[in-house]
T-cell receptor, first 116, second 113 residues
Framework: GAVVSQHPSRVICKSGTSVKIECRSL??????MFWYRQFPKQSLMLMAT?????????EQGVEKDKFLINHASLTLSTLTVTSAHPEDSSFYIC????????????FGSGTRLTVV | GENVEQHPSTLSVQEGDSAVIKCTYS??????FPWYKQELGKRPQLIID?????GEKKDQRIAVTLNKTAKHFSLHITETQPEDSAVYFC????????????FGKGTKLSVIP
């Protein structure tokens, strides 16, 4: 089946630094990828939708200058958390869908970000 | 936009009993309703889904029902086992070709041996 690889699985960074998270579709072309954030004991909250070759669409309340998303190819999307602060500590997870009418969302394994 | 409500937030059942989780959605154009199981620190795993042209779907001990008129759908787990303990999320796919999933707040299911 469809596989989405997400790296890193865990990252600890100092406050003020930037962190890049990669999401790759391994065996299909992902025309659309989604980035979610999940705080402890809460649901997945959509941050942004990225389509290959175009600018990401951010949800209300998500700072696009802080959470940079690049979807440069049909198999790779990246999320960069810039100038990270402790409140950005969370579980970030991507998901991807293929083209056409495939509703088969495939989730990455998630990235646990801890900002100290 | 779509709004998905999920109840209950926590559910404890004895092993072997059934568990039911209910969700409602607001966007009548939504046409795809998946259910996910998420264990601590792991990715959500799709356990069953249903499309809007079907009223019920079953896969072994798991079933989902959909009432489009009332805009609600439910997850039914029969003969629960301790390994069913996890957080379950319902979701609805927004219509109009956006392909965005909106998640419910989740239900923490505990199956007591």
């Amino acid at each position: 089946g469809a596989v989405v690889s997400q790296h890193p699985s865990r990252v600890i960074c100092k406050s003020g630094t930037s962190v890049k998270i990669e999401c790759r579709s391994l065996d299909f072309q992902a025309t659309t990828m989604f980035w979610y954030r999940q705080f402890p004991k809460q649901s997945l909250m959509l941050m942004a939708t990225s389509n290959e070759g175009s600018k990401a669409t951010y949800e209300q309340g998500v700072e696009k200058d802080k959470f940079l998303i690049n979807h440069a190819s049909l198999t790779l999307s990246t999320l960069t958390v810039t100038s990270a602060h402790p409140e950005d500590s969370s579980f970030y997870i991507c998901s991807a869908i293929g083209g056409g009418t495939n509703y088969g969302y495939t989730f990455g394994s998630g990235t646990r970000l801890t900002v100290v | 936009g779509e709004n998905v409500e999920q109840h209950p937030s926590t559910l404890s059942v004895q092993e072997g009993d059934s568990a039911v989780i209910k969700c409602t959605y607001s966007d009548s154009a939504s046409n795809y309703f998946p259910w996910y199981k998420q264990e601590l620190g792991k990715r959500p795993q799709l356990i069953i889904d249903i499309r809007s042209n079907v009223g019920e779907k079953k896969d072994q001990r798991i079933a989902v029902t959909l009432n489009k008129t009332a805009k609600h759908f439910s997850l039914h787990i029969t003969e629960t086992q301790p390994e069913d303990s996890a957080v379950y999320f319902c979701a609805a796919l927004s219509g109009a070709g956006s392909y965005q999933l909106t998640f419910g707040k989740g239900t923490k299911l505990s199956v007591i041996p």
